[in-house]
């Protein structure tokens, strides 16, 4: 603890260690001891009057209706700098991602975008100064509007977001579609089992004939003899893919779709 003394009046106060409170209290009882005792020596004496601020010549204090508007100007302000920052968010990250647009399918460039961010920080500013205002002087409150017309010489939030904006790119899949088998009960994926189709009935491999652990390096698979010569009898004209990889529900296993792996029923 470190502690100053300031007095007008009693006794003259030496502070030897600025550090201990028991020292203040005494410097506090002597000064308070001294007024009452010998208040010709160390007494000063102090006159005033109360009266109205308005027979003072003062300002007149804030009404009701002056704080109202001061909170009203801060409710404004905070509502207006969210909607901005949204707006600024958004078009920055047109500007930050522009590969990943087609900028053909819009009137709206980059440069037009950047301008209307360098604007939207214009006003972000009015409006920190609008709010400092209505917080420091209550009676100087003014809406961002009102403040950059006649303060800052400016009309405010002029610029709107530009528009349309441009159209994501077309996404290339990043692997091809390899369908599996079908399964429609729990016996079957267990067991594998017979399916219907249009042009016949075709046998559906069980989840073991389906998928297999295979090393994270995939190689390309190609059915057994005896199993192209199922396919070949089977009924179910369904067009093999020659194979494919899939990544089973995240954990570190590739599985093999033996999808053309169809066998027909002994």
Known sequence: MYFDIYAE?????QVQDPTSIEELLAHANEWSRSLTEEPDRYARPYEWTMSPITIALG????NAIDYQHAQDVLTFCARERTSLLDQVNEAEWYLENQGNYDWTTTTVTVGQL????????????????AASVAMNDTLAAKLPAVYAQQVEGRQYRQTVMPEPMPKPM???PSAP????PIWQTED??????????????AWIPSAG???SPCAVRARPWRPTRGLRRARARADARLQHTGGGWLHRQGDCLLARA???GLRAPA
């Open 209 to 211: 004939e389906a998928w």
């Open 188 to 201: 079957m994926v267990n067991n594998g089992g017979t399916v219907t189709f249009a042009s016949g009935d």
């Open 59 to 62: 300002p007149a204090p804030p």
């Open 114 to 129: 950047s301008e209307a961010v360098r604007m939207w920080q214009l006003d972000l500013n009015t409006l920190a100064r």
């Open 258 to 260: 033996i999808s053309a």
């Open 9 to 13: 009046g009693g006794p003259l106060i």
């Open 177 to 180: 579609t390899v369908p599996v």
């Open 170 to 172: 077309p996404q290339q």
